[in-house]
């Protein structure tokens, strides 16, 4: 099978170049890799075409520039309709790959032609590249085992992001002219609609790291604030509720029963979100004790009474 990278650019110049290294430095080459720079205003444009000339890689590399700015999910949208091999791995800016990863992804995808979407785990390092430990981070044991993901886990809490995918072009062919018009983020669209026909699965391998920084929300204490924050809870749930609603009133294909639990866990959402406003106790519960598909993570609930109890709108 044929290999593609997409890589969505932005503003990438700090790191750029290191994880363009750990591509060029894989075990199993990559017959394209196709880089798609969304108006960057830093020196980015120029580090990629340097990085192309000095390694020679003008045959199998290409950088283009979007003629106006796609924003992230339709940047990736569009590096991926410019690929035309079999298998495309999605690819952010600035972290780091292991050099067997798409030789041990590949294995997977050749020997299941059930996977429609694979996803390896990932790891975090700072912007040095060095490890991060922590309560937010989760490790792995890698037992190279594959788990199959379904819709009601995706809906559970997502934990798939896009730079550990790797997609079959067919897949992505039959579906892209409706999920780009989708208003949500291409991980998670990509991940609902495989998972909707039993084809998304997840490779206990840790593939990748992703570096965390001061662009990216790079400390721990900084994510914990944000989460005991009641106005940002507010907007994460708003911002999420809008995914769904324009995934429910999209034109995609899937099963009535996978609509319905989107359909329900919006509804959660949106109620969740408004016990939060009013700080209601009393609501907040109700959320959580008629959510009989348990859509909604216990630990959420812990988080919201804090919120409602100590939380401030600023």
Known sequence: MTVAVAIALYNGENFIEKQLDTIRLQTVKPDQV????DGSSDNTI???????DRFSLQDSWRLYKNQENLGYAKNFYHAMELCD????????????WKNDKIEKMNKVMEENSNISLLMCKGGVIDADGEDLHGIMIKKSN????????SVENILHIFNWTGMLMCVRKSFFDQRKNIISKICAPHDFVLALSAADCNEFYVYDYIGAYHRRHSNNAAHEEHRISKILNLKRKIKDIDDYSNYLYSIANSEIEIQNKSMNLL????????????????????KILKVYFSDRQKMLRPISLLCDIWLIIFGRMN
């Open 142 to 149: 890698e037992t190279q085992s594959l788990t199959q993901i």
């Open 34 to 37: 196709v880089l798609c720079d």
């Open 85 to 96: 091999c079999d298998l495309i791995y999605l690819c952010d800016q600035d972290d780091i």
């Open 46 to 52: 120029n580090l990629v075409n340097e990085y192309i």
């Open 263 to 282: 359909k329900e866990r919006l509804e959660k959402s949106q109620q969740r979100k408004q016990a939060l406003k009013e700080k209601s106790l009393k």
